[in-house]
Nanobody
Framework: QVQLVESGGDSVQAGGSLRLSCAGS????????MGWFRQAPGKLREGVAS???????TYADSVKGRFAISKDNVKDVLYLQMNSLKPEDTAMYYC??????????????????????WGQGTQVTVSS
């Protein structure tokens, strides 16, 4: 049984920064694609960023240039650095993972139903 544990969510003013963390033994140093998703009340879950086993990253257009996904292979921790936060970034943020022999992420990108392991979510609230 694999569990992903998220932390780092908080309330912040527009323009501020946060770093989210997701701990899961083996996931950041094995044949996994890992990603961050978010969901606001009344809205669909949407992909934010992903990183494959080689370190290749993909970002949603809405966060490109502001967010950065990374992983620490020694500590087995996935990160999402969020800068220049906007009120529209307010959502519950989830980390997710899916195993593949190639370690590649699903295509097309951000197909949530392809990810098999999920964290409990951490709330990010950005005020104006």
């Amino acid at each position: 049984q694999v569990q992903l544990v998220e932390s780092g969510g908080d309330s912040v003013q527009a323009g501020g920064s946060l770093r989210l963390s997701c701990a899961g033994s083996g996931y950041t140093n094995s044949r996994f694609c890992m990603g961050w998703f978010r969901q606001a009340p009344g809205k669909l879950r949407e992909g934010v960023a992903s990183i494959d086993s080689t370190g290749r990253t993909t970002y949603a257009d809405s966060v490109k240039g502001r967010f950065a996904i990374s992983k620490d292979n020694v500590k087995d921790v996935l990160y999402l650095q969020m800068n220049s936060l906007k009120p529209e970034d307010t959502a519950m943020y989830y980390c997710a993972a899916v195993w593949a022999l190639s370690g590649a992420c699903p295509r097309p990108e951000f197909t949530a139903n392809r990810y098999t392991y999920w964290g409990q979510g951490t709330q990010v609230t950005v005020s104006s």
